[in-house]
């Protein structure tokens, strides 16, 4: 028997080391049992390209990774400098890979080794490319502020030549065809955006290119380098090098600017890449666009094309994509939110979840295989507050555009849309004989909406500004609302009438929850407290103080357990009775404002800005 015993412990401590992964394979944080999404390939990237195989190469900090995108996996990571990389660019065999430092250094690294095999600095202040010559024995390197321009026998690691700019910054510098002369962009204070040196004597041989705004982001140089392809404020420009003549204007990019560009294998198309997140693939010699997609919510600030010219990577708002250059579609989908998650809410079986975000997107999410087993599109604008209704019927979606729409979770479709308030949706909840659905906005109101008529039944009025947070008590009779009036509020349902303003925060108090009856409340402020109240006597009774500010708070149905979290990037466990932290589970990469508790009380789940939600075990079962 004793033996027996010692097995089963030795199996239960293993089990409890083994590093649990998602369905992705990736791992999960200590407590989390699932992840909802994913932050593959999300990441602040400063530059990108590709290798002769295929595979895509991102600069990361100071470190390099490298990842099979085919499969979607990080093969290799290497740390390169303790300065943040400015580019990187490969050797035409793929074995070595020029990177520059935002210190200023430049350094060639063997692919093959996983080491340094040369390094020097350039004393060029704003160091923003280092590019291989095309016979690479050669470098040329930009730096930004002042602009300058040099040129180094990289296996000597000694400069050439020193070229100091009109321009008040240089943005790119580039090698033409040849090697023999180089070309560089930039502007914001000068009338011309490019420039042509020669490298032999460092001379300006033209600049030219008035825009406005009067500065450029990116250029290019065709594969037989007789043309340059420019991005600037609103459009792009393909000039002949030769002469410098105007060959074509490509306009029409929502948010103006073009911030990256590139040709493609095929001569006669190129890409660029928008301030609005979008990517076009042009006919160069018709002005014409063949393909329009969105990888991107944001500046598309890095794009490169695939040595078999099948596929485009791209960098914009946080997250690589490679995308087909045929059609546009990622080759790669995985179920994630596209933007920030703000919203979560548990559906009755407690096993499935809707999560809101400002993709504009409700999805529905198996918290145990981490299946997503819908996306809701339609939430215009975002949806920043989410209810379930208590036979799961239906979920809620408050979004910013001041507008509740209810969708059937059958089918996704759109039930109805509730207008009334005047600002941001900021929380929905129904109540739990499901005939009213309440809600609260930014214009300061409280609304009650019953399933039979468009306008509200009520609408309850008080908070001197935006009404955060709003708490049902069991039973449907009391509201409890916190408002960024620093105020909690108890309301009675039944008669549409306040009862109580409670005073105590002193900053935004951004959620409430009632404590297992409608008695006691617990209330957390943006001042990093959480109060508990007796209600009846509009008291304050306990205050914790804590060391982040929480965004969403839920408590146990018996009222012993408080569960908060925010900008711990997790999940907090709280004895409610002696204010003790019983538990502190984090993991989430950045902020999280969605959070909610399953009916039997044993999990959790965040909803975080890092685009995904992570389950966590609370009780153990």
Known sequence: MRRKGLVLGIAVFSAWTVVAN??????????????LGTNRMRCSVSDLCYLPDGRGVFAVGGR???????????????????????SIAPRIDGKALLVADSGGNVHEWDLTEGKTLRSWNTNQKGLCRALYSPDEKRVLTTGSSPPTLKEWDLAAGKDLVLITGKMHYFQEGIYDHEGKTALAAGGAGS???????????????????????????????????????????????????????????????????????????????????????????????????????????????????????????????????????????????????????????????????????????????????????????????????????PDGARAAAGCKDGVIREFNLSDGTLARELKGHLGHIRFLAYTRDGARLLSSADDGSIRAWTTDKPDPVAVLQGHRGGVLSIAISPGDKRLLTGGRDGTVRLWDLTESKPLKTLEGHRSWVGAVAFCGDANRALSAGYDNRLLLWDLEAGKVVKEIEHDRRDYALTCSADGMRAYSAGDNCGVAVWDIE????????????????????????????TASEDTTLLVWTVVEK
């Open 22 to 35: 998602d369905r992705y394979g990736d791992p999960l944080p200590e407590g989390a049992t699932q992840r």
């Open 64 to 86: 390099i990774e490298i990842w099979n995108l085919a499969e979607g996996k990080l093969d290799k990571k290497h740390d390169i400098c303790k300065n943040g990389i400015t």
């Open 191 to 389: 009338d011309e955006i490019v420039a042509h040196y020669d490298l032999s004597n460092g001379k300006l041989l033209k600049e030219w290119f008035k825009d406005y705004c009067a500065y450029t982001r990116c250029i290019a140089l065709s594969s037989d380098g007789k043309r340059l392809l420019v991005g600037s404020r609103h459009k792009a420009t393909e000039w002949q090098l030769e002469g410098y003549n105007l060959l074509k204007t490509f306009t029409g990019h929502h948010g103006h600017a073009v911030t990256s560009l590139v040709y493609c294998k095929e001569p006669d198309q190129l890409l660029t890449g928008s301030r609005d997140g979008s990517i076009r693939r042009w006919d160069r010699t018709k002005g014409e666009v063949l393909l329009r997609w969105c990888p991107h919510n944001n500046h598309v600030t890095r794009i490169a094309v695939s040595p078999d010219g099948k596929w485009v990577l791209s960098y914009g708002g946080s997250l690589v994509a490679e995308t087909s250059m045929e059609t546009g579609e990622p080759r790669l989908k995985w179920d994630r939110h596209d933007q920030p998650v703000a919203a979560v809410a548990f559906l009755p079986d407690g096993r499935r979840v809707v999560s809101g975000s400002a993709d504009g997107a409700l999805r529905v999410w198996d918290i145990q295989t981490g299946e997503c087993l819908r996306t809701i599109p339609g939430a215009n604008l975002g949806a920043y507050a989410v209810a379930v209704s």
């Open 578 to 605: 002696s204010g003790k932290l019983l538990r502190e589970m984090k993991g989430n990469a950045r902020t999280v404002h969605g959070l909610a508790l399953s009916p039997d009380g044993k999990t959790a789940v």
